[in-house]
């Protein structure tokens, strides 16, 4: 692998996030219960997607690979990148 190369986990770790980002906001855009019962679900369910979605952001920034670019934001839309070219692929 060159160093301009993303791993491909750091890929897949991307993609992960946004699946994960857009499950949230999905959730989150559900209308709300008049049930008690089914609101506290609801809210368990938004809480757990989020949990979910901090422990992928937190694999995927403390990668091994980002400490060897030398500018973080341009390793991120690289990163974007690759990621995109394998949804359309």
Same mark, same amino acid.
């Given at each position: 692998?060159?160093?301009? =190369?993303? %791993?491909?986990?750091? &890929? #897949?770790?991307?993609? /992960?996030?946004?699946? @994960?980002?857009?499950?949230?906001?999905? *959730?989150?855009?559900?209308? =709300?219960? %008049?049930?008690?019962? &089914? #609101?506290?679900?609801? /809210?368990?369910?938004? @809480?757990?997607?989020?949990?979910?979605? *901090?422990?992928?952001?937190? =694999?995927?920034?403390?990668?091994?690979?980002?400490?060897?670019? /030398?500018?973080?934001?341009?390793?991120?839309?690289?990163?974007?990148?690759?990621?995109?070219?394998?949804?359309?692929?």
């Amino acid at each position: 692998m060159a160093d301009d =190369d993303v %791993p491909e986990d750091v &890929v #897949q770790l991307k993609r /992960s996030f946004w699946a @994960a980002d857009k499950k949230c906001a999905d *959730l989150a855009d559900r209308p =709300d219960s %008049p049930d008690p019962e &089914v #609101q506290a679900a609801m /809210s368990a369910e938004l @809480a757990a997607a989020r949990a979910e979605r *901090l422990r992928i952001t937190t =694999d995927l920034y403390a990668h091994p690979w980002w400490a060897t670019q /030398s500018n973080r934001y341009q390793a991120d839309r690289k990163v974007a990148a690759a990621a995109k070219t394998l949804d359309s692929a």
